[in-house]
T-cell receptor, first 111, second 113 residues
Framework: GNSVTQMEGPVTLSEEAFLTINCTYTATGYPSLFWYVQYPGEGLQLLLKATKADDKGSNKGFEATYRKETTSFHLEKGSVQVSDSAVYFCALGGSQGNLIFGKGTKLSVKP | EAQVTQNPRYLITVTGKKLTVTCSQNMNHEYMSWYRQDPGLGLRQIYYSMNVEVTDKGDVPEGYKVSRKEKRNFPLILESPSPNQTSLYFC????????????FGPGTRLTVL
């Protein structure tokens, strides 16, 4: 069945460091791919998405490219800020309208 | 403001005492679902609804019920809660399909003693 695997955390970085959070997926067909972010004490909100191969999603300095050949959707940001501290979830869109999530990666950014 | 609301936000209850967590969205979305979030397991879908009067099981439906009598509301019912249902619950809605952005409520933290 469809599944998502993302790197386990926690990840701790200094401000202005480069961020990569790896995400790979297993799916039949070509599902849409998403990154959601959960700030402390809040619900999930969409960070970015890509709906087909080679699409690049971007938002707030974050980017991820839908790579069909490597079945990956890695999240990157060139220079993280303290305010980026959160839990990041990679997800794919299931055939029944659901989201299939990875287990989440907690990011802590130190000043 | 477009939003998904859940109530209550926090609930402590005892084993076997029926409870309902409400969910409401004001975006006229057809699709609604419930997830639970547990440490080390991520989010798992409990139930979903494609439209009014249409509901179906997700990955972890045991011990839960739902109903969809109106488009905007999708309550989650625990008829006889047990401690293993202690979790953080999220309601979400979207226009229709897996390619659409899902909008999440703020979460309900449930503790069953």
């Amino acid at each position: 069945g469809n599944s998502v695997t993302q790197m386990e955390g926690p990840v701790t970085l200094s401000e202005e460091a480069f961020l990569t959070i790896n995400c790979t997926y297993t799916a039949t067909g070509y599902p849409s791919l998403f990154w959601y972010v959960q700030y402390p004490g809040e619900g999930l909100q969409l960070l970015l998405k890509a709906t087909k191969a080679d699409d690049k999603g971007s938002n707030k300095g974050f980017e991820a490219t839908y790579r069909k050949e490597t079945t990956s959707f890695h999240l990157e940001k060139g220079s993280v800020q303290v305010s980026d501290s959160a839990v990041y979830f990679c997800a794919l869109g299931g055939s029944q309208g659901n989201l299939i999530f990875g287990k989440g990666t907690k990011l802590s950014v130190k000043p | 403001e477009a939003q998904v609301t859940q109530n209550p936000r926090y609930l402590i209850t005892v084993t076997g005492k029926k409870l309902t967590v409400t969910c409401s969205q004001n975006m006229n979305h057809e699709y609604m679902s419930w997830y639970r979030q547990d440490p080390g397991l991520g989010l798992r879908q409990i139930y979903y609804s494609m439209n009014v009067e249409v509901t179906d099981k997700g990955d972890v439906p045991e011990g839960y019920k739902v109903s969809r009598k109106e488009k905007r509301n999708f309550p989650l019912i625990l008829e006889s809660p047990s401690p293993n249902q202690t979790s953080l619950y999220f309601c979400a809605s979207s226009t229709r399909s897996g390619s659409d952005t899902q909008y999440f409520g703020p979460g309900t933290r449930l503790t069953v003693l």
